[in-house]
Every structure is written in structure tokens, then in C-alpha cells.
């Protein structure tokens, strides 16, 4: 199993429901849910937020863990 990673990112697409699609980096992106935290929070992500998100090392899907100010 590979290990978690945290990354900066910024939010360029919002889909229906909580699923967002971030670039990580010049030509990479990955698709990324809101962590349980947040949403019992209500914290609201909008287009172009800068993020932290958490994925694995091989997979392009991951959790918003944060929002950056």
C-alpha cells in the first residue's frame, strides 16, 4: 500500500455535490472530496481556493483536508 501525501493545490472545477477537481501541479490534476471535518463544519470551497489535500502517491483522488487563506 503506497503512503499518504499532503499537497497544495487550487480548486478549478466545482461539481455537483463534494467533488472538486484541483491542480497539484503544471500539467497535474486529481479529483478531491470534502474530509468529514469540513463538512460537519459547513466550510464552503469555491473555485480558485488554494488546498491542502491529502492523496496517495499513485492515485489521482484525494481529500480536502484544509483551505488555505
Known amino acids: ?3 499518504k501525501q499532503e499537497v497544495i493545490g487550487k480548486v478549478i472545477k466545482v461539481f455537483r ?3 472538486f477537481r484541483v ?3 503544471e500539467n497535474k490534476f486529481c479529483y478531491a472530496s ?3 471535518k469540513m463538512r460537519i463544519n459547513h466550510i464552503r470551497v469555491y473555485e480558485g481556493d488554494k488546498v491542502c489535500v491529502s492523496k496517495y502517491l499513485d492515485d489521482n483522488k484525494g481529500i480536502i ?3 488555505i487563506k
Open 1 to 3: 500500500m503506497a503512503d
Open 65 to 67: 483536508i484544509r483551505v
Open 17 to 19: 455535490g463534494p467533488l
Open 23 to 25: 491542480r497539484i501541479g
Open 34 to 36: 470534502l474530509s468529514g
